[in-house]
Each structure stands twice: as C-alpha cells, then as structure tokens.
C-alpha cells in the first residue's frame, strides 16, 4: 500500500468516529450475550455486529459531511478530512450512503428484519432529527439525539429475542440516560467552541451552571434501571453491586460540580467516570448474565 493510500484509509477510519463506534459495538455486543444467555449463535453474533458497525459508522461520516463547514471553527474538529479539502464532499456522501445501505441490508436479512428497522430508526434520528434538524435549533438535541445512541444495545438484543421486551427497554434506558451527562461533560469543556461555531448546546444557551444541574437527574435514573435489570432477572447479583457503586461513584461526582471551583477539571474527571462506568457495566453485564 502507497503511502497516499494510506493516509486515504486513515481518514475512511476517522470518518467513522473509532472511538464512539468502538463504544456502540461494545453495548450492542452486551445486549446480544444477555439476550443470548451464553447460548451463542456465533453466525448471527458477527452478522449482528457486522450490520451494527456500518450502519452506525453510516451514520457518523454522513454526520461529518452535514457538518463540514461548522467544523472548521472548532479547533477540535478543523483538522478532519472535509474541512481541510483532504476528501471531496460527494465522495464523503458517496462513502456513508453505501455504508448504509450495506448495514441495513446485513440488519435485514441475515440478522432479523426487526433489528433493521430498529437500525433504520437509530440512523434517521441520529441523522434527520439530530443532525440536521435539533443540533443546530434546539437544546434537546444532545436528549433526543440519544434515542439513536440508545438503540446498538436493543439491536443486539433483538437479534437474539426477536421481539421488544422488557429488557430491550432497560437497555435503552440504560444508554439513553447515560448520553447527556456523558456529552454535557465534554460540552462544558468546549462551550467556546460550540458557542463560536453556533452550536445551541445547553451549556452555551442556558449556562454551566444550569447544564451541571441538569445532568443529576439522569445519573440518578441509572440507578433504579440497574436494579431494575436485575429485579427482572437479567443479570445477576455482581452486576446490580457493580452498577450500583458506579452510578453512585458517578452521581456523587456530578452532585460535586454544582460547587466544583474548577469546572474544566471537574468537567474532564466526569467525562472519564462517565465512559469508564459504561466499559466496566457492560463488561460485567456481558461476565454476569443469568445464564453465565
């Protein structure tokens, strides 16, 4: 491979967003072992993740072409292949329209027609509704935008039960109410840049002060839908003490930012609690179903 081809491949890479892809896989994986029990189906597992991964990447490189000339003003996002001239606007299209279609094709068919419409409905909410629509008016954006971020765990789950049920809600739940105070942390964190590329953030339009509020009440909810996921007998006892101490960890953390006289460190430590706590609960959720 030449070296120009390589650094063509590297962008591809980076279009998708690695890491919030990496984390989405992650959670759609733990839906699926607990819906599966260990019983595992391994065909349908790697159809499951291959349909969840282009159907999510789909989704952020056509993220990227919406907000092309908006990520030039943020210094954390001017350096990306659109607005640098790198790759064309067209080919960026080209690339997440075709990652789409061969996503929702392997959700579909070789997965369950139901995770394909829960698919379609993640990539039109993340698209359509949060990106073009409420990220640029509104700040709901970041609440309603985690209906998409919520969806890669039901998907796996669905793969495995075939149906929406109680525990495909809990999982949606569970990452719907994570996301805000997650990005929130990192808003603050950036709110001149959002400000100056006019992002509608909450912390730009209502204040830190008010953000930091705002984000208790979702970190408390995870609380009771850790117990519940347990009550209803999904995972087993190790995951309701896991999830409890993290949530608590997290909520005592975010309880402190209200006071925190230095809110870029306090903002960063969130951001680090809030990304470690789903790691480890989807990791012991995945070690501790009822059926390990």
Same mark, same amino acid.
């Given at each position: 491979?030449?070296?120009?081809?390589?650094?063509?491949?590297?962008?591809?890479?980076?279009?998708?967003?690695?890491?919030?892809?990496?984390?989405?896989?992650?959670?759609?994986?733990?839906?699926?072992?607990?819906?599966?029990?260990?019983?595992?189906?391994?065909?349908?597992?790697?159809?499951?993740?291959?349909?969840?991964?282009?159907?999510?990447?789909?989704?952020?490189?056509?993220?990227?072409?919406?907000?092309?000339?908006?990520?030039?003003?943020?210094?954390?996002?001017?350096?990306?292949?659109?607005?640098?001239?790198?790759?064309?606007?067209?080919?960026?299209?080209?690339?997440?329209?075709?990652?789409?279609?061969?996503?929702? +094709?392997?959700?579909?068919?070789?997965?369950?027609?139901?995770?394909?419409?829960?698919?379609?409905?993640?990539?039109?909410?993340?698209?359509?509704?949060?990106?073009?629509?409420?990220?640029?008016?509104?700040?709901?954006?970041?609440?309603?935008?985690?209906?998409?971020?919520?969806?890669?765990?039901?998907?796996?789950?669905?793969?495995?039960?075939?149906?929406?049920?109680?525990? +495909?809600?809990?999982?949606?739940?569970?990452?719907?109410?994570?996301?805000?105070?997650?990005?929130?942390?990192?808003?603050?964190?950036?709110?001149?840049?959002?400000?100056?590329?006019?992002?509608?953030?909450?912390?730009?339009?209502?204040?830190? *002060?008010?953000? *930091?509020?705002?984000?208790?009440?979702?970190?408390?909810?995870?609380?009771?839908?850790?117990?519940?996921?347990?009550?209803?007998?999904?995972?087993?006892?190790?995951?309701?003490?896991?999830?409890?101490?993290?949530?608590?960890?997290?909520?005592?953390?975010?309880?402190?930012?209200? +006071?925190?006289?230095?809110?870029?460190?306090?903002?960063?430590?969130?951001?680090?609690?809030?990304?470690?706590?789903?790691?480890?609960?989807?990791?012991?959720?995945?070690?501790?179903?009822?059926?390990?």
């Amino acid at each position: 491979m030449t070296r120009e081809a390589r650094f063509v491949l590297k962008d591809l890479i980076a279009l998708t967003k690695p890491r919030l892809l990496r984390l989405n896989i992650f959670a759609a994986l733990g839906g699926f072992m607990v819906a599966s029990k260990w019983d595992i189906n391994i065909p349908l597992l790697i159809w499951m993740l291959i349909g969840s991964t282009l159907t999510i990447a789909s989704a952020t490189v056509i993220n990227n072409y919406w907000d092309r000339e908006l990520d030039l003003k943020m210094e954390r996002t001017k350096d990306r292949a659109l607005p640098t001239g790198r790759m064309t606007p067209g080919t960026v299209l080209a690339y997440g329209i075709a990652l789409g279609i061969a996503g929702l +094709a392997v959700l579909f068919t070789l997965v369950h027609p139901l995770t394909g419409w829960l698919g379609l409905l993640g990539w039109f909410v993340y698209i359509v509704i949060y990106t073009m629509w409420l990220k640029r008016s509104s700040t709901w954006s970041t609440s309603v935008g985690g209906i998409s971020g919520a969806m890669p765990p039901v998907i796996g789950y669905c793969a495995v039960t075939e149906q929406i049920d109680a525990g +495909a809600w809990i999982l949606f739940a569970l990452l719907f109410l994570w996301q805000p105070a997650h990005f929130w942390s990192l808003a603050i964190r950036r709110v001149e840049e959002y400000r100056a590329a006019g992002f509608p953030l909450l912390p730009v339009v209502k204040g830190i *002060k008010r953000t *930091k509020l705002q984000m208790i009440p979702y970190v408390l909810l995870l609380l009771p839908t850790g117990v519940l996921f347990y009550t209803n007998g999904y995972v087993g006892i190790y995951f309701l003490i896991i999830s409890v101490i993290g949530g608590g960890v997290w909520l005592v953390h975010t309880l402190r930012g209200t +006071a925190a006289q230095d809110t870029e460190k306090w903002a960063k430590t969130n951001f680090l609690i809030s990304v470690n706590y789903l790691m480890v609960i989807f990791l012991v959720m995945i070690l501790n179903t009822t059926g390990s």
